[in-house]
């Protein structure tokens, strides 16, 4: 028989595309639905190898009507296919290629990846998808496209569910889709469940017994008499134990005709729900009905390793009996791992007893990268707990938690990561069972790791247990909100000792500003022998007239006997000549939004710096704090697109030097000053007048540097 391949290509820049493409292909490899002999994936530039041979041959129709192809596919740059897809993209769009008709014998669909940040939203996936319809495909299921942006699992995942059987339907050879649709015709009225139907339950076997009832209520020892079947009957309650045993559990059975939801209710009676008297009697030796789930997301190991030992060592505690452990085993994954190992089991209310407040546990441990993000493997958690949908679902209403962030003091989005993971947790109904915990890697972690490791899974055990005082938790989690972190408490107890609250009387601006920041009406005051001395510095201020500022601006503030010996040769990256203390002055020379962007603020801001009305008397500093305030009130960084405003891309090209005074090669670094915002200079510029008589344009010179105003 004719082999008949599902062909599964991809073109990926970052990994995700590809590596969804290999696990559809492992998915199906031993379980490919007819009409498909084996699973293939590749890059989508080897089709023409590999794939475009077999696609020009008609199947055998009594084998397969069509081949079957999934494309996934990212898009980069300005709406461009990866490299490794860009072949294959090239050769649909040439004009000659529809004429040939390559993709007569294929069914194919579609799964895009892409940018909502970005103008051209998966753009290479929309090509691709358009093309192999005009080239002869048959688009068995529409173009399915996954945001980043907001998190790609709704997408893929429903895509993956069923995209291969789907395809594998178009692929059938007629004769058997024929036989197909028969049998389904051939299917009684009757055993087709028809919406809004009852589910068929059997007979509950006759009256209750009222003598068994009695006894159940009153925590008598059911008197079981011995039938012709040990089996349950439908519809009947499990014996009852007496106060202080435990409940023997039933092994839950799958009962064809009882819907999903009456099997878990009589699962949760079989697990012992009984009443109030047993379940106070029990409370000491309560056990968890889940795991303990440990996550993590790292990006050096540190996380990692704290999780996995954590976890270790729970286990060994278990394996040895010890009375505090609540949990009866661990889960440990990274966080990106929650959908397939966690959610199921947070979700589920029906094994927890509600009315004494317990609760899954739940210990995440995860670090922070780049400018305050989660680590790739925690990445697709954070992108879920954010995204403004999920708070509907309330996740974690059935979770209590605690978080330990790494993080570094020397960056400023310290922790970040764990930040937003307790504030959304918290948000998604989660309760928290501690303060999160930031460790600083600057200073050492273990200082802060070591006590969180020894103490937080008791503590975590009292959460889930529910058994605490209502009034007391609550009061903790109001008082939980302001989140002082354990780094910042042993700073402040180190300091405690010669530092002094002292009422801050000064009207100074700097003062008025910092305690506007910091909500306070009192500074703490440092005596000065505490303070480290960094030396005595002064610096040397030479004002310049209008020539001399020419003369010096021509020569870049170089001696002449240092301009003597610039020559061409020795202005290379060897020898620099722009510095941070002598930079070049740039100036913009075009610029774009990379991004999604409405141009109505640039044009509002635009109008305010051009503005030339008669009679205007305001400076061009005037004219740039009203363009500033423009912009700020078109791309708000507060409401519902503060979102979309903070995630602006602009590429700016700005001016080099024509000469020779700044080449450069590959390797090298260029370093760029951005200026001052103009409300900042004007009151510095005020103070210098108020208090030395200097104009703002009197141009003077400190410590020798370039001439400014």
Not at 311 to 323: F, H, L, P, R, V
Not at 610 to 619: E, F, K, R, V
Request: glycine content about 8%; proline content about 6%; some cysteine.
């Amino acid at each position: 028989m004719a082999e008949v391949p599902l062909f599964i290509l991809y073109g990926s820049a970052t990994g995700n595309a590809e590596q969804i493409a290999k696990d559809l292909a492992v998915k199906y490899k031993d379980s490919l639905p007819s009409p498909f002999s084996k699973v293939v994936c590749y890059e989508a530039n080897d089709f023409k190898k590999r794939c475009l041979p077999i696609w020009e041959k008609e199947p055998s129709q009594n084998v397969a009507k069509k081949y079957g192809l999934a494309l996934i596919t990212s898009t980069t740059g300005n709406g461009d296919s990866p490299e490794n897809g860009s072949r294959f993209i090239r050769y649909l769009k040439r004009k000659t290629t529809p004429e040939a008709l390559p993709f007569k014998h294929v069914a194919f669909s579609v799964l895009a990846l892409g940018d909502t940040n970005y103008d051209l939203f998966c753009e290479s996936g929309k090509i691709a998808d358009k093309k192999l319809a005009e080239c002869g495909g048959e688009r068995v299921k529409a173009l399915a496209m996954a945001d980043e942006g907001t998190g790609l699992e709704d997408v893929v995942e429903a895509w993956v569910a069923d995209i291969v059987p789907i395809i594998a339907a178009a692929c059938l050879p007629a004769r058997i889709s024929e036989e197909e649709e028969k049998k389904s015709e051939d299917v009684p009225a009757a055993a087709i469940p028809q919406p809004g139907s009852r589910p068929n339950i059997p007979a509950l076997g006759g009256l209750p017994n009222i003598q068994s009832i009695l006894n159940r209520r009153l925590g008598q020892p059911q008197v079981v008499e011995s039938t012709e079947s040990d089996k349950p009957q439908v519809g009947s309650r499990p014996v009852v134990p007496t106060v202080g045993s435990r409940p023997s559990i039933p092994q839950v059975v799958s009962r064809p005709g009882i819907p999903l939801a009456a099997q878990k209710i009589l699962q949760a009676s079989a697990a012992g729900k009984v009443g109030s008297t047993v379940q106070s009697a029990q409370a000491g030796n309560l056990m968890s009905p889940s795991s303990l789930f440990i996550l993590y997301g790292s990006a050096t190991g540190n996380a990692e390793q704290i999780a996995k030992d954590l976890a270790g060592n729970y286990e060994k505690m278990i394996a040895d009996k010890k009375n505090d452990c609540y949990f009866p085993s661990v889960v440990c994954c990274e966080l990106d791992q929650y959908k397939k190992k966690c959610m199921s089991t947070w979700e589920d209310a029906s094994i927890l007893k509600n009315d004494i407040g317990q609760k899954h546990g739940v210990l995440v441990v995860t670090s922070t990268t780049g400018n305050g993000d989660a680590p790739e493997n925690a990445s697709r958690f954070v992108r879920y707990v954010k995204r403004k949908t999920t708070i509907n679902a309330m996740p974690f209403k059935n979770v209590a938690y605690a978080i330990l962030a790494l993080g570094d003091t020397n960056y400023d989005q310290f922790c970040e990561a764990g930040m937003i993971i307790d504030r959304k947790m918290k948000e998604l109904g989660g309760s928290r069972a501690q303060k999160t915990t930031c460790a600083d890697e600057g200073t050492g972690l273990e200082e802060v790791v070591d006590p969180w490791v020894e103490n937080i899974i008791s503590v975590l055990s009292k959460r889930c247990k529910g058994v605490e005082n209502t009034g007391k938790r609550v009061e903790e989690e109001k008082s939980d909100d302001s989140l002082p972190t354990t780094t910042n408490t042993i700073l402040a107890k180190k300091s405690d000792a010669n530092a002094t609250i002292t009422k801050c009387t000064m009207d100074e601006p700097a003062v008025s500003v910092i305690k506007q920041l910091l909500g306070i009406n009192t500074v703490p005051k440092v005596a000065p022998s505490l303070i480290p001395s960094l030396g005595s510095r002064l610096s040397s201020c030479q004002l310049y007239n209008e020539d001399e500022t020419q003369e010096r601006k021509s020569s870049r503030g170089l001696s002449l006997s240092e301009l003597e010996r610039l020559t061409v040769s020795s202005a290379g990256s060897s020898n620099i000549n722009y510095t941070i203390n002598d930079p070049f002055e740039s100036a913009i020379v075009g610029a774009r939004y990379l991004t999604d962007t409405t141009l109505e603020g640039v044009k509002l801001a635009s109008a305010a710096l051009a503005c030339t009305t008669p009679g205007d008397i305001s400076t061009r500093q005037d004219k740039i704090i009203l363009a500033q305030n423009k912009l700020k009130e078109s791309f708000p960084l507060t409401g519902k697109d503060a979102e979309k405003n903070g995630k602006r891309v602009i590429e700016i090209k700005l001016r080099l030097p024509d000469d020779f005074t700044l080449e450069y090669q590959p390797g090298d670094s260029i370093g760029v000053a951005f200026p001052n915002s103009a409300m900042a200079v004007g009151f510095v510029l005020g103070m210098i007048l108020k208090n030395h008589g200097i104009v703002s344009t009197q141009k003077l010179s400190v410590d020798s540097k370039t001439p400014i105003t």
